[in-house]
């Protein structure tokens, strides 16, 4: 890890803060990229280090091409970002919600990933960043399921047409992250819901994941695995 380069989407806040902190805490030079650049420029602050940021728009291909064609080749991508909406029961979704978090996280990480692929070298890695709704049936949640499982699908089919790129995904369970925090009581009632049932006994850290992330990143062996990180999930619910 120690020297390698790692360019996180998403990385101004939650999971992708995180990630780009245990990075740089192993060594690595992490450039964190997202749409703010004053949320950017905190996550900075408070990650320390020499970690260095950048102001792209995941869901806009030309701002994304843009920033790839201006970089040096670089040895890992981590996919953070997502999107806030597609969430409830599927009688009453609205579809024009889950045509945007397929617009925010399915196809702003299929952007990023295909733009990237020059620069990436092909000893290094791509770790896309999906969600146990994939997994696990959660009412309320058929739609993010929805994107989520398709970027799931596709993990081991990219393992193999990138070789010898390895390309992995970790599907975090509930993470307490500012995803959250635009409804407070809804958040600490599935919180205090989700920790009776899991066998840990608590939701996640966005910690959690990072290390699974970094874990990904390291070891040179692993590749086409969607790596859950959900607390034993499937266990409890």
């Not at 020499?50 to 201006?70: G, L, Q």
């Not at 599907?171 to 009632?189: Q, Y």
């Given at each position: 890890?120690?020297?390698?380069?790692?360019?996180?989407?998403?990385?101004?806040?939650?999971?992708?803060?995180?990630?780009?902190?245990?990075?740089?805490?192993?060594?690595?030079?992490?450039?964190?990229?997202?749409?703010?650049?004053?949320?950017?420029?905190?996550?900075?602050?408070?990650?320390?280090?020499?970690?260095?940021?950048?102001?792209?728009?995941?869901?806009?291909?030309?701002?994304?091409?843009?920033?790839?064609?201006?970089?040096?080749?670089?040895?890992?991508?981590?996919?953070?970002?997502?999107g806030?909406?597609?969430?409830?029961?599927?009688?009453?979704?609205?579809l024009?919600?889950?045509?945007?978090?397929?617009?925010?996280?399915?196809?702003?990480?299929?952007?990023?990933?295909?733009?990237?692929?020059?620069k990436?070298?092909?000893?290094?890695?791509?770790t896309?960043?999906?969600?146990?709704?994939?997994?696990?049936?959660?009412?309320?949640?058929?739609?993010?399921?929805?994107?989520?499982?398709?970027?799931?699908?596709?993990?081991?089919?990219?393992?193999?047409?990138?070789?010898?790129?390895?390309?992995?995904?970790?599907?975090?369970?509930?993470?307490?992250?500012?995803?959250?925090?635009?409804?407070?009581?809804?958040?600490?009632?599935?919180?205090?819901?989700?920790?009776?049932?899991?066998?840990?006994?608590?939701?996640?850290?966005?910690?959690?994941?990072?290390?699974?992330?970094?874990?990904?990143?390291?070891?040179?062996?692993?590749?086409?695995?969607?790596?859950?990180?959900?607390?034993?999930?499937p266990?409890?619910?």
């Amino acid at each position: 890890m120690e020297r390698a380069t790692v360019i996180v989407f998403g990385g101004s806040s939650g999971i992708g803060e995180a990630t780009a902190k245990q990075l740089t805490s192993a060594g690595a030079g992490v450039t964190i990229v997202g749409r703010n650049a004053e949320r950017l420029e905190s996550a900075r602050v408070r990650i320390g280090g020499s970690v260095k940021t950048a102001s792209v728009d995941a869901t806009d291909r030309a701002s994304v091409e843009r920033y790839f064609e201006s970089i040096e080749p670089f040895d890992h991508l981590a996919l953070c970002h997502s999107g806030g909406k597609g969430a409830g029961l599927f009688r009453t979704l609205d579809l024009d919600d889950v045509r945007s978090y397929i617009e925010a996280k399915l196809f702003a990480q299929l952007a990023v990933a295909q733009a990237a692929l020059p620069k990436l070298k092909p000893e290094g890695s791509l770790t896309f960043v999906s969600s146990g709704s994939a997994r696990i049936p959660i009412l309320g949640a058929s739609g993010l399921a929805a994107v989520n499982g398709a970027i799931e699908a596709m993990i081991p089919t990219l393992a193999k047409e990138l070789a010898p790129l390895r390309v992995n995904a970790v599907s975090p369970g509930v993470i307490d992250t500012p995803w959250w925090d635009e409804n407070p009581e809804h958040r600490d009632a599935v919180f205090k819901q989700t920790a009776a049932q899991l066998p840990v006994g608590r939701v996640g850290r966005p910690e959690d994941v990072a290390r699974a992330i970094a874990y990904l990143i390291d070891d040179t062996f692993v590749t086409g695995v969607v790596l859950a990180v959900d607390g034993g999930a499937p266990l409890g619910f």
